[in-house]
């Protein structure tokens, strides 16, 4: 099976622009989370989707949204760019619907620079 | 909220030595999972752990859970360069669904 996908690997944007970024999880996974790591604050969740609907969210900002198409492919979307947004925002596709047998594979992650 | 706190922060050591890294969280934990990140990329899954007591083997890793404790100890033996890199623990907090919460990682440094 392929992995999780993610493009762009590397993107630079400019303060106040918004960026997309994509995720394409493992063929048959429900579930897409997206987390955000950065130096300081280490890994932190921001949301997962599960069959296109938004099931969990992190404590982050309303300029941070994401959704999630029929075939499983999630999109993030941060609007109104800060600096500190700068990170590696990585995507995780699970099966999602049975905790017991619930594992993460993440994507190689997208490198945000904000400048 | 559940927290998790890695210990130590970061680790050098010479290859072929053992040693042990730990992961203990502010609440009861309901399963605990263990990934490695090489810098800037993706994270490895390694494994899960469920059920207090229990033990898994990777290759030359292994982790166990303590229930008890609110700990897990991964352990690797005989340690190569290739086991280089940020090992992080994630569990998911009681009462919220797939919302995995991360220590803050350890990183490890095998010297040839």
């Known amino acids: 099976k392929a992995g999780v996908t993610q493009t762009p690997r590397y993107l630079i944007k400019t303060r106040g622009q918004q960026v997309t970024l994509s995720c394409s999880p493992i063929s048959g996974h429900r579930s897409v989370s997206w987390y955000q790591q950065t130096p300081g604050q280490g890994l932190q969740f921001l949301f997962e989707y599960f069959s296109e609907t938004q099931r969990n969210k992190g404590n982050f900002p309303g300029r941070f949204s994401g959704r999630q198409f029929s075939n499983s492919r999630s999109e993030m979307n941060v609007s109104t760019l800060e600096l500190g947004d700068s990170a590696l925002y990585l995507c995780a596709s699970s099966p999602g619907d049975r905790r017991s047998s619930y594992e993460q594979y993440f994507g190689p992650g997208t490198r945000l620079t904000v400048t | 909220s559940q927290e998790l706190e890695q210990s130590p922060q970061s680790l050098i050591v010479q290859e072929g030595k053992n040693l042990t890294i730990n992961c203990t969280s502010s609440k009861t934990l309901y399963g605990l999972y263990w990934y490695k990140q090489k810098y800037g990329e993706g994270l490895i899954f390694l494994m899960m752990?469920?059920?207090?007591?229990e033990e898994k083997s990777h290759e030359k890793i292994t982790a166990k859970l303590d229930e008890k404790k609110q700990q897990s100890s991964l352990h690797i033996t005989a340690s190569q360069p290739s086991h280089a890199g940020i090992y992080l623990c994630?569990?998911?907090?009681?009462?919220?669904?797939?919302?995995?919460?991360f220590g803050k990682g350890t990183l490890l440094t095998v010297n040839p």
């Open positions: 994630g569990v998911i907090p009681g009462g919220s669904n797939y919302k995995l919460t």
């Open positions: 752990l469920q059920k207090g007591g």
